[in-house]
């Protein structure tokens, strides 16, 4: 392909993005096929000739299109939102064109500082400490991770480098070994199970903290469960905080467990992939006060601020705290400009996501931006006030944001039944939780261009499903 075929592909392609995005509704939003569907539509092997472009566009409908849930279809309901708008598009466009690895200042200036720049600017949207702007007198900076997984990852073995130096400095005869072994993190039992997961690759027992009727975790019951911890001789170092709990979008309390933290020399670490993007709003940001107290911060806006995957934007305090767990300067990679995000995250190459963030900013402003946020939250109250006028259905958590979690009374296997029953009509997608050992619907607002018509119609499909089951005998 030369430059003149991309040019007419190109056009071709868009066409054909857009068209799918304008007309996503109109397919089954949930595939209907078994595992392992592809394999016979597609030789064994690579193509050992060439083969034309209109070739793989056939096949694109033919094998690909029937193996996809639609994220951005207004019928997608489950998980959280896969943030997309069209600047974000365009931008990875530019961003796959350049094709810079930027691991350094020096492999692609602009790639560097525009992402310093972009996170700054991304901070004071969010009213962050300014400890936490690069751009400032203050330690701290932002860097943009694969995702919020990486994010935890990251201020996780950052933590455990800075006790393993802190507790050496009082006891150097003390092996690292041994230190490792009395280390403990501790996170809710509402977290995201990748948070658990960062503790098994760091090597650190974590546990997990009860939550109150609301499924917070609140300042107590980690005291209490630190104090303990102590008295049996280890080494509490490390407390990972939600904002926007992946089962029912609760709120760890901040403004309390941030100050045991500080005092205890624990490492906070705020995980609000979700919900934070909803704190440039002026009436969510309160739901951010006591991030102060914290040593980083991390939330995605690949899922809500119309940035295409991936771009998950993280807060340190202190540089260098991260950057001294990290640093190695093998030869071929020095350079008298050293500032560089390869120090702050697991791999070496970086692409240049902050593109994204740049064309998504100045095309939507701040108040565009916000406008998105207070819709999607619109319609998750609008849902939510379609299930109280329901008796046959309670609402099992505080609708804060744009999730809805919500059930049939009765048993979890009539709940189990219903969900069965949508997932089979593929007409809406939506996935379960557990809550209160009770088996829950989430139904969270997600593509960009769902409105209020999709919320009633997939309203009107739960409540004839309903009615269905409910006509069974066995219920």
Request: include cysteine.
């Amino acid at each position: 392909m030369d430059a003149a075929e991309f040019r007419r592909r190109g056009k071709e392609m868009v066409d054909y993005v857009a068209d799918y995005l304008e007309n996503i509704e109109q397919r089954p939003v949930y595939p209907d096929l078994e595992p392992g569907y592809l394999r016979s539509l597609i030789p064994n092997e690579a193509p050992a000739e060439p083969e034309t472009y209109e070739e793989i566009m056939k096949d694109v409908e033919r094998v690909i299109m029937p193996g996809i849930t639609h994220w951005h279809s207004p019928y997608f309901y489950a998980y959280f939102p896969a943030a997309s708008s069209y600047p974000a598009m365009l931008a990875d466009m530019l961003c796959t064109a350049i094709g810079c690895i930027g691991f350094s200042w020096a492999a692609s200036p602009a790639c560097t500082e525009l992402e310093t720049v972009m996170m700054d600017w991304l901070g004071k949207m969010l009213q962050l400490p300014e400890h936490f702007i690069a751009g400032t007198h203050g330690h701290g900076g932002g860097v943009i991770q694969g995702t919020a997984s990486e994010a935890t990852l990251m201020s996780l073995l950052a933590a455990r480098c800075k006790a393993v130096r802190r507790v050496q400095a009082s006891n150097s005869e003390l092996p690292e070994a041994e230190i490792f072994s009395k280390l403990v993190a501790y996170t809710s039992e509402q977290a995201h199970s990748s948070v658990e997961r960062a503790a098994l690759i760091g090597g650190v027992m974590m546990r997990k903290v009860p939550t109150d009727n609301s499924y917070a975790v609140g300042g107590d019951m980690l005291k209490k469960m630190v104090e303990e911890d102590k008295a049996a001789g280890l080494i509490p170092f490390y407390f990972c905080a939600t904002l926007g709990t992946t089962p029912s979008c609760a709120f760890d309390h901040i403004a309390e467990l941030g100050p045991l933290c500080n005092k205890e020399n624990m490492w906070m670490h705020i995980d609000a992939a979700y919900a934070g993007s909803a704190f440039i709003c002026p009436e969510f940001r309160p739901l951010l006060n006591g991030v102060e107290y914290a040593d980083s911060f991390n939330f995605n806006p690949h899922k809500w601020l119309l940035v295409n995957f991936d771009c998950s934007a993280m807060w340190v305090k202190k540089r260098a705290d991260i950057i001294g767990a990290f640093k190695f300067e093998p030869l071929y990679l020095k350079h008298e400009n050293q500032e560089s995000g390869r120090h702050w995250q697991i791999p070496l190459g970086r692409r240049f996501r902050s593109l994204k963030l740049w064309f998504v900013f100045r095309m939507y402003g701040l108040s565009g931006l916000q406008a998105h946020i207070r819709k999607q939250v619109g319609l998750a109250k609008e849902f939510e006030s379609l299930v109280r006028a329901d008796k046959r259905f309670e609402i099992c958590a505080e609708v804060i944001m744009g999730l809805v979690c919500f059930r049939l009374k009765g048993s979890n296997e009539l709940n189990q039944d219903l969900l069965k029953r949508i997932t089979n009509g593929r007409e809406i997608h939506l996935v379960p939780c557990q809550l209160s050992s009770r088996f829950v619907l989430r139904f969270a607002i997600c593509a960009r261009t769902t409105e209020s018509r999709h919320i009633q119609q997939a309203w009107h499909h739960i409540t004839q499903l309903t009615f269905e089951l409910l006509q069974e005998p066995n219920h």
